[in-house]
């Protein structure tokens, strides 16, 4: 039995673990590209890792990792950041650690002063953190479903999103 894991922020020294995690948690999906682990590398060299929270499970170490960075809406900043890539090693997966690490985060960017969060990805399982799509976000030719928002500090936005840059250079998100 592994220990209940602890979220914290990413360290110096945890970048190898947190590229070996992510890319072992999104080799199994179909809708992975393989560009989620370099991702989070360019983000961090970037400079646009806003937030980047862990899950240490004590001797098995690093299990999850959520980034977050800046995104623009029509063009502005606004406050609003992106959610992803959002990992957990299998084997771990299905015992709560990735929703604890999506509520950590939100929560921690609203004591930054973050007025909302927006992400691609399954209404089915980011709608339990409050996201929701068809607001009026549009990227790409994604279906307006999977363009979700959450609002922190005011009202939902519309407009077209665009990520970082390290997304964008690396085809989408
Ligand atoms: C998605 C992921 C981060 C969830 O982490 P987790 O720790 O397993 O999630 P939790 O234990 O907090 O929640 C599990 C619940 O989410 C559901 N769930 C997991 N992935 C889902 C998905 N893609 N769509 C809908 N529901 C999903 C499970 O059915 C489960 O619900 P249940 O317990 O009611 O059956 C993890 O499965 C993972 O790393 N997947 C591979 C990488 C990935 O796809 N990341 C997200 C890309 S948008």
Avoid: N
Wanted: with cysteine; charged share 20%.
């Amino acid at each position: 039995m592994t220990a209940h894991p602890v979220i914290r922020d990413e360290r110096p020294g945890d970048a190898a673990a947190i590229h070996t995690l992510t890319a072992e948690a999104f080799a199994p999906m179909p809708y992975s590209d393989g560009t989620e682990a370099p991702i989070v590398d360019a983000l961090r060299a970037e400079g646009d890792l806003t937030l980047s929270l862990v899950a240490v499970a004590g001797e098995d170490g690093i299990v999850g990792h959520v980034a977050f960075s800046p995104v623009r809406i029509d063009g502005r900043h606004g406050g609003w950041y992106g959610l992803g890539p959002l990992s957990v090693r299998p084997g771990h997966q299905r015992r709560g650690i990735g929703s604890r690490l999506v509520r950590d985060g939100l929560t921690r960017l609203r004591g930054m002063g973050a007025k909302g969060c927006a992400l691609i990805g399954d209404p089915a399982y980011y709608g339990r953190f409050g996201f929701e799509g068809d607001r009026g976000l549009a990227y790409r030719g994604i279906a307006p479903a999977y363009v979700q928002q959450r609002a922190l500090d005011g009202g939902t936005v519309s407009g077209t999103l665009a990520f970082a840059s390290a997304f964008e250079k690396a085809g989408g998100d």
